[in-house]
């Protein structure tokens, strides 16, 4: 196992750790508003940053992306340029209203970034103790157990994944009208509100596939490499991999990503495509 993916294990795990004692008390639990439906707590904070203190440890000079704390440049950036190029992508609680209202589904998601290929990633669920972690170019894995995308053929046969816009309200006719669709031409679609955890329930075969606008960087790039290690397409709306960029996803196994996209992409507006 690469170092740098224990590390972000061992971080991950400690954030599990903080989330977990915090669940026990909700009643105590403060929470603010970053804009609207978008909550953070004290427990975003702390998650975070016990994940930063154990990152920064092992890995001074490499940058981070936290949703929290935002950009953090390595401690020696400008005199390393080979550890410049390196960026932590951390969301310390993907699926803060989920926790807010006692509802268990929710994780903790690392990725590693060298420029704009993520390498390394990781995303702990505390609840069932599931650790999704992948290494580029060496697979995918759930607890250490070698994991694949379903093996679904068709999109009439496929269980989808989703999440409704919150950030993007102006795109939510566009999104009902997929939504619609997608529902008549699949086994039927599911929201249940961490995308990060969606992504990897795409990589172990839970899901056939999904689709989602709107998202940002941490709710994506760990996701997005145990998609592509288990054997399974991820692109952004105009079919290329600029989804941390644009926020826009779409991920599925072999045959249903396909028929998936052609979906959205007969929907969408021309300024979204290709």
Same mark, same amino acid.
């Given at each position: ?25 909700? #009643? ?15 427990? #975003? !904070? ?89 290494? !580029? ?60 955890? #969606? ?55 072999? !045959? ?9 992409? #007969? ?8």
């Amino acid at each position: 196992m690469h170092p740098a993916l224990n590390i972000a294990i061992k971080a991950a795990r400690r954030a599990g750790q903080v989330i977990n004692r915090a669940s026990n008390d909700l #009643d105590l639990l403060k929470v603010s508003t970053k804009q609207p439906n978008d909550f953070v707590t004290e427990v #975003d !904070k702390a998650a975070e940053a016990a994940i930063i203190e154990i990152l920064r440890d092992a890995y001074p000079n490499y940058g981070i992306l936290a949703e929290e704390s935002g950009v953090i440049p390595g401690k020696s950036a400008g005199k390393d340029e080979a550890d410049a190029e390196y960026q932590w992508i951390i969301d310390p609680l993907d699926g803060t209203t989920n926790f807010i209202h006692g509802m268990p589904q929710y994780a903790v998601s690392i990725a590693l970034a060298k420029g704009s290929v993520i390498e390394q990633a990781v995303i702990f669920d505390p609840n069932r103790n599931e650790l999704f972690t992948a290494s !580029k170019g060496g697979g995918a894995f759930l607890n250490e157990r070698r994991i694949r995308v379903s093996r679904r053929l068709k999109l009439q046969d496929a269980l989808l994944g989703t999440g409704f816009p919150y950030r993007m309200l102006d795109k939510m006719d566009l999104y009902l009208a997929i939504f619609k669709e997608l529902t008549e031409k699949t086994a039927g679609q599911r929201r249940p509100g961490a995308a990060s955890l #969606d992504l990897a329930y795409v990589a172990c075969g839970r899901y056939d596939g999904f689709w989602e606008f709107g998202l940002s960087p941490w709710d994506m790039a760990a996701g997005a490499l145990l998609i592509s290690e288990a054997g399974g397409l991820v692109s952004d709306m105009r079919g290329e991999a600029n989804y941390l960029e644009s926020g826009n996803i779409i991920a599925g196994t072999p !045959k249903v990503f396909a028929p998936l996209f052609k979906v959205i992409e #007969d929907k969408l507006p021309e300024s979204m495509r290709g």
